[in-house]
Each structure stands twice: as C-alpha cells, then as structure tokens.
C-alpha cells in the first residue's frame, strides 16, 4: 500500500514518463492500433484481494493500457476538434487532484469559487463581451448547453415545468440551424422537449449559417399552429464543417419573438481572443442570454472545462436552483456555482485557466490561434492542387473538408488507411448529402510541418490505395 514518501517518490516518476511522452508523441502512431477486445483479454477478470507493488501497476499501465490509447495531445491530431492540454495546465490540474476539494459552495473551498469568478470575467475580456456578462465553468458544452435549454424550457412555461411536469404545456419548440452539434438534439431529448420539436432551418451562404427569414417563417407558423416557442440555439463553429450563423439578424428574430437564445461556439470561441477574429464572426454577440465556448478545445486547458456565460444569471438560476437546508450558507450573500450547474459536486477547474493565461499570456495564445488558421489555409491549398480531388467546403477559422476522386465508399477507404497507417489523423463527415472528409488544425503544439504533413500522407496513402 502506498504511504505519502511513496506517493512524493512515483509522483517524480510518473512527472518524469510524462514529459518523455510527449517529447516523443511524434514517434507512436495516432491513433491506437488495437483490434477489438485486445486490451480487455489482457487484463485479470476478477479484482486481486492483496495489494500489488506500483512498479507492476505502471508496467501494466506501459504494456497493455498504452498501446490502446489514440494520443489526443499528439502534433498530427486533425480528427474531431482538439482537447488540448498545456503543460502550465496540467500542472494545475496535478495540485487540484492533490488538494482534492469537492468545491461545490463558497464556503467549501472560498479561493475556487472566487478565482473562478475571476478567470471567467477574464475570459469575458479576452473575448470581448461587454460588462455585465457572468457566468459559470461547466465540464463540458453539452452540459452548458442542456442548461440553456431547461432554461428555455422553464421560461416559457412560467417556471412551472420543474414543479407540474410538461403535460398540458403544449408543443414547446427550439430553433437551430441544421449544422449544429447532435448535443442540442440530446440537451431537447433530456429537458423533456423532444426531438419533433428542435425545428432545424438550413443553413446556407459561404458560412452555411441558418437563414433569418426561414428562421421566422418557422416560428410564425408554429406560432400559428397553436405551438409555444421557447428558444433559438445560434452556433459559431459547428462541428461537421465550422457553419457559422449571422448572430445579429438571427438575435433579431430571436427577440422581436421575446425567444431566450444560446450561442454555441465550443471549438470556435476560443479564436475570438483575436480581436480581427471576433469583429469578423461575433457581430452581435453581445445580445444572446447564454453563450458556451469551451477553454478545453483550442485554448489549451486541459479537458474539462467549459465557460457558460450568462447575460443575466437570474433565469438560469430560477431553473436550477435548489436549496435544502444542508446547503444553505449562513452570513453574507456568497456565489454558490452548484445552483447554476446541474451537478451539484464541482471541481476546481479555474486553476487550470488562472495557471494557463499567466504562463502564456493573450498574446501567445493568439498567435498560436492565428498559426493554426494560416496553416490550414496552406493545407486547404495543397490538397486543392491534388489531381480529382475537391475541397467541399473551404476553411472556416481552422477547419475545412474535401473528397477523393470517387464515391461515399472511396471516401471512407481513404480515411480508415490513412489513420492505419498512424502518422496522422483524420475523421470522416457529411455536408449535403455526401461523405466527406475533415481537417481540423488546432493541438496545442502542432507545426507547421506538423500540418503540412497531412498533404504528403493524403497523398501517399491515395497513390496506394486508388
């Protein structure tokens, strides 16, 4: 069993593996190379009844649960969106699961409560939302966003879903654009709303956006059917091709139909640190009652962590606010962040931010933002010259897609052998109809010859397989 002399002695240790692995991340394959089944058939059936020595654990932990790992923080990391992870954030992270507090009110842990109110009016800042925005750190979007919802929800029933239930509340309706992330149909399925009643409006235009006008036909018609439209989800970023809405013509439509509305911009929000960024794809931000970004993606805190910002906190709070005497704080007036999430137990994920923004400054963090957008378009150029092949949607920020010559079936060839061949990463999508493929450019200590990699490989892997 391990002592605190033991604790101090393989914390070095696992420090000191640490750092090698990510010196040598370039080296492994990206993703895991496992079949099936393969790191479980490794692995004991029954739990052992006496204690076992960590040299052994860590061995394990090298020999079997390694090689089943796909390295998130690897430079040639272009699937998905990134969960970056600094190093000045992970180091936070190792003091928060030393210190170990369940930082749930004020008075159980004062400083994490304060520094979070403080990092996440940093932020503010940094993403030029005007004063008077607050808001909370959630452990993920998806979190912020059924927050929104259940919000939604409850202001359009009177705030009496939470006690009566939706029976008889009629047909309540939410708004977003096709493109958005499949966590706004599943926050409609868990707040009770259903997925018949997220009414998705095309997106269209270079940015993909949802259309304004189509936006308000829907709710007049529904308006009409005798329906009760509770709220519109905008997104900066979508996560299939980067679709970006029109935030000001949509919050107009929003609002001339008093409709609460939420930004989604989880990957995208962290380029607007960038004030040319910002003025280009925030254009009425500043108008929305909730906004989620997320500091975990492309901003380099380590996962999770997610910022909801709340125009006016009062309509979150009157949702999921619930306070029995055991939680109750005695004295002054105190922020107690669990009455504005739905978990009630919370984590000290502002360090993580407080360490991040002071090791790297605004600065440094912006010019790896701007690097990675550059880089992409680069990308985005090289694999255009190639011989058939299409760019389907051009960048947006960081991201951008395009097909191989050939069907749906040629497209997925292509991307399950260039991930078996390991040196990079990419994942498939759809746009209109057809498969395409995605390349996102956003880890942390990504290169440019790290990006530009992605053309060699393409192509390599194409000449093999075509």
């Known amino acids: 069993m391990m002592d605190w002399d033991g604790f101090a002695d393989w914390s070095k240790h696992i420090a000191d593996w640490g750092a090698r692995y990510h010196k040598t991340l370039r080296d492994r394959p990206v993703r895991a190379q496992t079949k099936l089944g393969e790191v479980a058939s490794r692995l004991p059936a029954n739990p052992p009844d006496q204690p076992e020595d960590m040299a052994a ?35 936070a992270e190792q003091l928060v699961n030393t210190v170990a507090a369940q930082c749930m009110l004020w008075q159980t842990s004062p400083a994490a409560t304060e520094v979070e109110g ?19 750190i959630q452990d993920s979007a998806s979190s912020a966003t059924l927050s929104a919802v259940l919000t939604m929800r409850e202001r359009a029933t009177g705030y009496s879903g939470n006690r009566e239930g939706l029976s008889g509340k009629g047909h309540l309706r939410v708004y977003c654009s096709d493109q958005v992330h499949s966590s706004i149909d599943r926050a409609c399925w ?16 270079p940015l993909h956006g949802m259309d304004a006008d189509a936006l308000d036909t829907a709710i007049r018609k529904d308006i009409a059917a005798g329906h009760c439209p509770a709220g519109v989800i905008a997104i900066t970023g979508g996560t299939g091709v980067g679709a970006c809405d029109d935030l000001a013509s949509i919050l107009k439509v929003a609002k001339a139909h008093d409709l609460y509305t939420h930004l989604d911009a989880a990957w995208a929000g962290s380029a607007m640190i960038c004030p040319e960024i910002h003025e280009q794809f925030w254009d009425g931000v500043d108008g929305f009652d909730s906004i989620v970004f997320n500091p975990h993606k492309w901003l380099g805190a380590q996962f999770d962590c997610s910022i909801q910002f709340l125009r006016d906190a009062t309509p979150q709070l009157n949702t999921l606010k619930i306070e029995p005497e055991y939680l109750k704080t005695s004295g002054e007036a105190v922020t107690n962040y669990s009455e504005w999430t739905i ?14 923004i002071r090791s790297y400054g605004l600065e440094g963090l912006q010019t790896r933002i701007r690097n990675h957008v550059a880089w992409a378009g680069d990308l985005c150029e090289a694999i255009r010259g190639m011989d058939g092949f299409e760019i389907t949607t ?3 920020l960081s991201l951008f897609s395009f097909r191989c010559p050939g069907d749906d079936a040629a497209q997925q060839r292509l991307v399950d052998a260039i991930n078996d061949d390991g040196r990079i990463y990419l994942t498939q999508g759809a746009f209109q109809g057809q498969k395409i493929i995605r390349v996102q450019v956003g880890q942390f200590e990504t290169t440019r010859d790290d990006v530009m990699m992605v053309q060699t490989v393409v192509q390599d892997i194409w000449e093999q397989i075509k």
Request: no cysteine; aromatic share 12%; proline share 7%.
């Open 394 to 396: 051009d960048p947006i």
């Open 190 to 205: 868990v707040a009770g709303i259903g997925q018949d009643n997220l009414v998705k409006i095309e997106g269209n235009g």
């Open 57 to 91: 654990i860590l061995r394990d932990f090298e020999d079997i649960v390694m090689p089943g790992m796909t390295h998130w923080q690897h430079p040639r990391f272009f699937a998905y969106f990134p969960a970056n992870a600094a190093p000045a954030s992970m180091l």
């Open 343 to 356: 978990p009630l137990g919370r984590r000290f994920r502002a360090l993580k931010l407080w360490f991040l």
């Open 118 to 136: 403080l990092m996440v009016d940093w932020m503010r800042q940094a993403l030029g939302l005007t004063e008077g925005f607050t808001g909370v």
